[in-house]
């Protein structure tokens, strides 16, 4: 068991559970069955992983580039392993893959170099993460897969979907929920 100063240390280190980690949890739990197997991409606390397995009985394995997060994930029962976006897994093994990425618009000039940065960062743009995992994504989807998307009014949504479009995905928006400064979607890709 870790130490209440060692917990203290991971949380900081590691994105907790939010209103969007809510919203993409229930959105894919409903929508992914027992005999899935699924990957979360940037699985942070673990909590999105850990609630789709239990409310659906599906595999789920969590990624991160965190080794906190991963630590964290594991603590909950996540098999979770430590690589950026998809690049540790195999070709066309995942029914389904969820993503919550790193989306906020960031001026390069007010970023820190820390673990928070790199979970909630996403660049100028707020795509500089969504883009490459959209362009890898598909390598490891099975021939009928799926892409669970969180995607944020503030990172251009109509952009994104261009990008998904130049991989060959088509989208479809399966929930929008709007809060004070942006409207968070949960967009559902396939080919």
Known sequence: MTNLAERRGIETEVYQPAEDSRLLAEVVADDVTDS?????????????????????????????????????????????????????????????????????????????????????????SGREIIDPFLDSAGRVLAPDGRVYLLVSSLSGVDEVVSRASENGFSAVALRDESFPFETLSILKLVR
């Open 36 to 124: 899935d197997v699924v990957l979360e991409v940037g699985t942070g606390s673990g909590y999105v992983a850990e609630f789709v397995a239990t409310e659906t009985g599906a595999r789920v394995l969590g990624s991160d580039v965190n080794p906190h997060a991963c630590k964290r994930a594991r603590e909950r029962g996540v098999e979770a392993v430590r690589g950026n976006l998809v690049a540790p897994f195999r070709d066309s093994v995942f029914d389904a893959v969820l993503f919550n990425p790193p989306y906020l618009p960031t001026d390069s000039d007010e970023e820190r170099d820390d673990w928070m940065e790199y979970a909630l960062s996403g660049g100028e």
